[in-house]
């Protein structure tokens, strides 16, 4: 890599380490009495059903993925099924148990 290279990089993670911080910090060093907008509330309600997904996905589709493989079928059937669970119980727990146990027993099932 190049010295311009590095250098954006660096510039890169401070910009995103400032910006991070800025918006983690506004809401604690702010008065009590500030007043929100409607649309950031209605916004902000959205934001871990997007972060969830998105942190999720990669791990997913394209963890452990053998040689000639696209998508790995069995982390992709335990995540639909943990959905499923998570649709139906609305209970953390039991989604993370039924995704582990159906990855364990999709694994076991298909001898890898």
């Known amino acids: ?14 910009g995103a380490g400032a910006v991070t ?11 009590a009495d500030t007043l929100v907008p409607g649309w950031l509330t209605r916004a902000l309600k959205f934001v871990g059903a997007a972060v969830l997904p998105a942190l999720i996905l990669p791990d997913v ?28 119980t609305r209970s953390i727990f039991t989604t993370l148990a039924a995704g582990m146990v159906a990855l364990w027993l999709l694994k076991w099932w298909g001898g890898i």
């Open 21 to 31: 911080l800025i918006a983690r910090a506004a809401f604690i060093v702010m008065p």
């Open 61 to 88: 589709m394209f963890r452990e993925l053998a040689s000639g493989e696209f998508v790995n079928v069995y982390r992709i059937a335990a995540a639909v099924i943990a959905g499923v669970v998570a649709w139906r």
């Open 1 to 14: 890599m190049s010295i311009a290279a590095d250098s954006l990089a660096i510039i890169t993670i401070i």
